[in-house]
């Protein structure tokens, strides 16, 4: 599935990379040792830990884009660090809950 | 490491390897000549000449109370003392080590506390052995040969740009470089056309490890070694330990703050996670520092290219 089908639906707002961004599946935790241990190759990361550790978990389990949720601000070195290393990174006003729900059902 | 006597910045990796991969009991002496603490000084006096030694450990059963030294025999010598009880002329603080030290933290001690022995217990606090300099020394010689040994038979068959070695530092708190390591050690496996789920393993350990270190530890370095059997990563820091190792091994244990945990670090899963995607792991530990190791078989033709040909 392309971010681009569910953009709207999550109201999201990509800062970085391109909405055509294939995801496999997602996988919701703001425990980077947890999403080190369980998050699958091509799972979008949906989180609210809004710093550049959370770009280098992603990129170490290959996950190709990180959804920040609750509008949490983005430091520049967090922006940065996607960049480098070619990850996605979005943000929307909705929760994890919310999020992780409609990409849920969307996936189905 | 700081605490270490010698560079091991400049010296060959070999050395550097052995010291933390040689354990304290690799190289002390198991028999040990004691005494009880009732014995006569005139004992230990004789014992000494007889073997050739500079201190005995003073016990009751397995346990240590203590120990009496050459300088107390002469000093007793002196004072006319010599038929007194060792009990009365040994020392009570008596600096030890334990088994399962790396045999850095052993060559660290002689450095510090300049004693010509160490007592060696057990996890259990019992007297398993006794170590010199001299033992020190012997042990790396012997290794030294028998890497010498193998490096010989090895290098008809092994062409010398098959093996590949790197290490990084890590700081303590440095969360804006935390990564560049294992992003650097994964970018190099992929080179090497390794397996992405393999590389993955590695990629995860080496995180784990390196976080802890940036986290929990005085800072240290993260070591990768590539060749055509295993990846290796070694992360050894510079202390302050671990308390308790098999908490630590349990998932959800952790001794992050507040404000570690914050940023999403500090669950409790690195050592198991690191554990639980490896091969084969290792980790000793004392206030000298933890040194882990985690290795990852390479199976043949296993890289990337082939299992693509297999298909």
């Known amino acids: ?108 | 490491m700081s605490t270490l006597p010698i560079s091991t910045d400049d010296s060959p990796t070999f050395l550097t390897e052995l010291i933390f991969r040689l354990k304290v009991k690799d190289a002390m002496t198991r028999e040990v000549i004691t005494a009880r603490r009732t014995d006569p000084l005139r004992d230990l006096q004789l014992l000494m000449r007889e073997h050739q030694i500079s201190g005995i450990p003073i016990v009751e059963g397995p346990r240590l109370l203590g120990i009496v030294s050459m300088d107390d025999v002469i000093r007793a010598l002196d004072e006319g003392r010599i038929d007194e009880p060792a009990g009365d002329h040994m020392s009570r603080q008596v600096i030890v080590l334990e088994d399962d030290m790396p045999l850095s933290f052993g060559i660290s001690s002689m450095d510090k506390y300049r004693f010509g022995r160490f007592p060696v217990l057990s996890k259990e606090k019992q007297l398993v052995g006794i170590i010199t300099s001299r033992d020190i020394l012997v042990a790396l010689l012997v290794e030294f040969n028998r890497e010498a040994e193998r490096l010989e038979d090895d290098i008809p068959s092994r062409p010398t740009d098959d093996s590949y070695r790197r290490e990084y530092r890590v700081r303590k708190y440095d969360f804006e470089l935390a990564g560049k390591p294992t992003s650097d050690i994964k970018k190099r496996l992929k080179e090497a056309g390794l397996h992405p789920k393999l590389i993955r393993r590695v990629a995860v350990a080496s995180y784990e490890l390196e976080m802890n270190q940036v986290v929990h530890s005085e800072g240290g370095t993260i070591a990768v070694r590539l060749n055509p059997q295993q990846v290796e990563i070694i992360a050894i820091d510079n202390g302050p330990g671990i308390p308790d190792v098999e908490q630590a091994l349990e998932e959800g244990y952790s001794t992050a703050t507040e404000w570690v945990r914050s940023l999403g670090f500090g669950a409790g899963m690195g050592l198991p996670n690191a554990r639980r995607v490896s091969d084969d792991f290792e980790i000793s530990t004392g206030s000298h520092g933890t040194s882990v190791r985690c290795r990852f078989a390479l199976p043949e033709h296993q890289t990337e290219e082939d299992s693509h040909a297999t298909q």
């Open chain 1, 1 to 108: 599935m392309r971010l681009s089908e569910i953009k709207d639906a999550l109201g999201l707002e990509i800062l970085l990379g391109s909405p055509d961004c294939e995801i496999a599946g997602a996988y919701t935790s703001d425990l980077l040792s947890d999403v080190m241990a369980h998050a699958n190759e091509g799972d979008a990361l949906i989180t609210i830990q809004a710093h550049n550790n959370t770009v280098a978990v992603a990129s170490h389990v290959d996950a190709p884009a990180i959804i920040i949720c609750s509008n949490r601000p983005i430091p520049e070195s967090m922006t940065d660090a996607a960049h480098e290393h070619d990850i996605v990174l979005c943000r929307t006003e909705l929760n994890q809950f919310q999020v992780s729900g409609i990409i849920y059902a969307a996936l189905r």
